[in-house]
């Protein structure tokens, strides 16, 4: 969707790149193109390297690029290993014997392959770079691979053909027809009636067998360390698009195998979600894994490490601490696991020892890691940041972190803001925690414009992580507060069940608790204040302001208000069913969730509307029918649609873009002439 600026909304743009080109020591929204996005490190087998994966913008393209980097353990030799604008390389894994890395890559595998049939596949290279070669041909691609321990073969999870073999493309794209329950998805789109199953790939040849037909799909490969099996993630049962009862299943790697059933927890054991693989242990004996709630909990309940003997089935919690843990590795002796462990506002590598429980942190303070790598001979990298460092790698020693090299050196001569950890007390006594950035100027006793962070989830929550919008905000002159409510995660199952089947009360008076806390430490101003967020918080946005007129602007990303539309047209039908009930058969949950779409004409906040054009996680309907609502009545909006973009938006041009107006708009009204800094 093309809109014109106006001109007032154009002379702030104006204005804030002229304040950027003056003081080039703050984060400006042109810095977001600058980020680079550290991802997937992979330790080598004898811990001597690690290979990870880096996202940059590439401007020519207007795209994000992914390339492979390597260092040494010892934080020598960084070298990036794939230097192609024109395709992404990701999911870097060793070879046993160290000398080849295999990865995923959209590149071309000759000069005559026609952009649309360029797919992704697994690809391999020597260890130090160079010349890489095709491995896998698989007509829909690869999603996901690991090595066999003897390096001969891959485990990879693959969807099947859109085509019979043979067949002749078609001109036009086939109809979509699909008879399932979940028929949509936002990373693989309209699923039809193809599944994804899990193949065997032979290294040299490129051959592959196909290990798991059906009407079922399946994720997370992990092959044992003796070579005898494969484990891996799959939901069954008459229509598994029905339930979130994931199980692990291993199978022998060979033509005609029969596979087992391993979890029988009737709830979900290793959701995807969480890009967790099922982890063998050195002995191929057991597995650790994560097991959530029941079904009816769907994203409330906390994720649990389990481990399983492989041999009887007989499954334990070994530490039911109440916290979600997630990326789980071994220890090399077995009698500990690495994970990551969520807390209060962090998440920190830590240790389970599997005796007794004890959960011993490895990284410490205001931090959030995101994942982690153990080598054989027991070294160890995480990747992880905290408020004024985006995400880098370090090698865990005893007694500190080693960093790995810095791809965001640049950062260092920005002025940045840091967080600080409030606590206070809503008005029926529940303590509640947020975060606060204060303007890069801050004066003592100067109340300030404060826009308020609501975050999605709804099971998520605000941590001491880099986060570029915020700092940009803060170099701006905003304060930004970020409130934790019930529903967060970090603070156990109660806390976050709290908002069950009810959203847009209990969360949002405690959004609302924390601006009145702001307001009264006299730093908030309370008549320049603003209010946004993405996904569910804009849904919460929208619910605060059809409540409550103290906002004087909102932004309100990829959300809706009015959840009777959500039903069929997001990707959501079965979460809403065991949350909610069904529309037709609870009307009164389905009328108090679209509280704001029914009960618009309350709503006086000048609100921005965004989203992404093919998002199916919460399509556009969402903020077209609030952007309607507030058009009809009159009350000041704007919808912006971002051309080809799913929930995340990608494009680096539509990131400036998108903060640039979020700038603007919060400037527009909360930022008068005379108003003060």
């Given at each position: 969707?093309?809109?014109?600026?106006?001109?007032?909304?154009?002379?702030?743009?104006?204005?804030?790149?002229?304040?950027?080109?003056?003081?080039?020591?703050?984060?400006?929204?042109?810095?977001?193109?600058?980020?680079?996005?550290?991802?997937?490190?992979?330790?080598?087998?004898?811990?001597?390297?690690?290979?990870?994966?880096?996202?940059?913008?590439?401007?020519?393209?207007?795209?994000?690029?992914?390339?492979?980097?390597?260092?040494?353990?010892?934080?020598?030799?960084?070298?990036?290993?794939?230097?192609?604008?024109?395709?992404?390389?990701?999911?870097?894994?060793?070879?046993?014997?160290?000398?080849?890395?295999?990865?995923?890559?959209?590149?071309?595998?000759?000069?005559?392959?026609?952009?649309?049939?360029?797919?992704?596949?697994?690809?391999?290279?020597?260890?130090?770079?160079?010349?890489?070669?095709?491995?896998?041909?698989?007509?829909s691609g690869v999603e996901d691979f690991v090595w066999s321990p003897d390096g001969t073969q891959l485990a990879v999870i693959a969807?099947?053909?859109?085509?019979?073999?043979?067949?002749?493309?078609?001109?036009?794209?086939?109809?979509?027809?699909?008879?399932?329950?979940?028929?949509?998805?936002?990373?693989?789109?309209?699923?039809?009636?193809?599944?994804?199953?899990?193949?065997?790939?032979?290294?040299?040849?490129?051959?592959?067998i196909l290990l798991t037909p059906g009407v079922h799909d399946e994720q997370l490969p992990a092959w044992s360390p003796d070579g005898k099996l494969i484990a891996y993630v799959t939901k069954r049962g008459a229509d598994p698009d029905r339930h979130l009862n994931y199980d692990i299943y291993v199978i022998a790697p060979h033509a005609g195998a029969s596979e087992r059933q391993l979890t029988r927890f009737p709830?979900?054991?290793?959701?995807?979600?969480?890009?967790?693989?099922?982890?063998?242990?050195?002995?191929?004996?057991?597995?650790?894994?994560?097991?959530?709630?029941?079904?009816?909990?769907?994203?409330?309940?906390?994720?649990?490490?389990?481990?399983?003997?492989?041999?009887?089935?007989?499954?334990?919690?070994?530490?039911?601490?109440?916290?979600?843990?997630?990326?789980?590795?071994?220890?090399?002796?077995?009698?500990?696991?690495?994970?990551?462990?969520?807390?209060?506002?962090?998440?920190?590598?830590?240790?389970?020892?599997?005796?007794?429980?004890?959960?011993?942190?490895?990284?410490?303070?205001?931090?959030?890691?995101?994942?982690?790598?153990?080598?054989?001979?027991?070294?160890?990298?995480?990747?992880?940041?905290?408020?004024?460092?985006?995400?880098?790698?370090?090698?865990?020693?005893?007694?500190?972190?080693?960093?790995?090299g810095n791809h965001n050196a640049w950062l260092r001569d920005k002025r940045l803001a840091a967080s600080e950890t409030l606590h206070f007390v809503n008005p029926d006594g529940t303590a509640i925690d947020a975060l606060l950035v204060k303007p890069l100027d801050y004066v003592p006793g100067q109340r300030y414009p404060t826009i308020v962070r609501v975050h999605g989830g709804p099971v998520y929550q605000f941590s001491h992580e880099f986060m570029p919008d915020w700092q940009v905000y803060a170099a701006h002159g905003y304060a930004v507060l970020a409130v934790n409510p019930r529903g967060s995660s970090g603070r156990g199952f109660d806390f976050a069940r709290a908002i069950y089947a009810d959203w847009g009360h209990k969360d949002m008076q405690d959004v609302l608790a924390g601006v009145d806390h702001v307001v009264a430490k006299g730093l908030a101003d309370p008549a320049r204040l603003g209010i946004g967020g993405w996904s569910y918080g804009a849904i919460l946005t929208d619910a605060i302001i059809a409540r409550d007129t103290r906002f004087k602007a909102a932004i309100s990303g990829a959300g809706s208000g009015n959840m009777y539309g959500m039903y069929g047209d997001d990707e959501y039908a079965r979460e809403y069913e065991l949350e909610l009930g069904t529309p037709w058969g609870n009307r009164e949950a389905w009328d108090r969730a679209s509280y704001p779409f029914l009960h618009a004409d309350r709503i006086t906040t000048p609100t921005l509307f965004q989203c992404g054009e093919r998002d199916f996680n919460v399509p556009c309907i969402g903020a077209e029918q609030m952007y309607q609502?507030?058009?009809?009545?009159?009350?000041?909006?704007?919808?912006?649609?971002?051309?080809?973009?799913?929930?995340?938006?990608?494009?680096?041009?539509?990131?400036?873009?998108?903060?640039?107006?979020?700038?603007?708009?919060?400037?527009?009204?909360?930022?008068?002439?005379?108003?003060?800094?």
């Open positions: 969707m093309n809109r014109t600026l106006s001109l007032g909304l154009l002379a702030l743009l104006v204005a804030g790149s002229a304040l950027a080109r003056a003081d080039d020591t703050r984060f400006s929204a042109a810095d977001l193109g600058r980020l680079a996005d550290v991802s997937e490190p992979a330790l080598s087998r004898d811990g001597a390297f690690v290979v990870y994966t880096v996202t940059t913008a590439n401007p020519d393209r207007d795209q994000p690029q992914s390339d492979l980097w390597r260092v040494r353990y010892d934080g020598r030799e960084r070298t990036q290993l794939t230097h192609t604008p024109d395709s992404d390389e990701s999911h870097p894994q060793w070879s046993a014997d160290g000398r080849s890395i295999a990865f995923l890559s959209d590149r071309k595998r000759d000069a005559e392959q026609a952009d649309d049939e360029t797919k992704t596949q697994v690809w391999l290279m020597p260890a130090d770079g160079g010349e890489a070669r095709q491995v896998t041909d698989l007509p969807f099947d053909p859109e085509q019979p073999p043979g067949a002749k493309k078609p001109k036009n794209s086939p109809p979509i027809v699909t008879d399932r329950f979940q028929f949509k998805d936002d990373d693989s789109g309209w699923l039809g009636r193809r599944h994804k199953h899990l193949h065997i790939v032979d290294v040299a040849s490129g051959k592959a709830g979900s054991d290793l959701d995807p979600y969480w890009e967790t693989r099922p982890a063998w242990s050195p002995d191929s004996t057991r597995i650790a894994y994560l097991q959530g709630g029941e079904d009816k909990w769907i994203y409330y309940a906390p994720w649990q490490l389990a481990v399983i003997d492989v041999a009887s089935g007989n499954a334990t919690l070994p530490a039911p601490i109440d916290r979600c843990l997630t990326k789980v590795h071994w220890s090399p002796d077995g009698r500990s696991v690495y994970a990551l462990v969520e807390q209060r506002q962090v998440t920190l590598l830590s240790r389970i020892d599997l005796r007794s429980g004890k959960v011993s942190e490895l990284t410490h303070g205001d931090r959030f890691d995101v994942d982690l790598d153990v080598s054989a001979n027991g070294r160890i990298v995480v990747l992880g940041g905290d408020d004024t460092h985006p995400y880098a790698l370090a090698a865990v020693e005893p007694d500190r972190l080693r960093p790995l609502a507030l058009r009809s009545l009159k009350v000041p909006t704007e919808l912006v649609v971002y051309p080809g973009q799913h929930h995340g938006i990608t494009v680096p041009s539509y990131l400036r873009d998108r903060m640039q107006r979020n700038l603007a708009w919060y400037d527009r009204f909360l930022k008068p002439a005379g108003s003060g800094p």
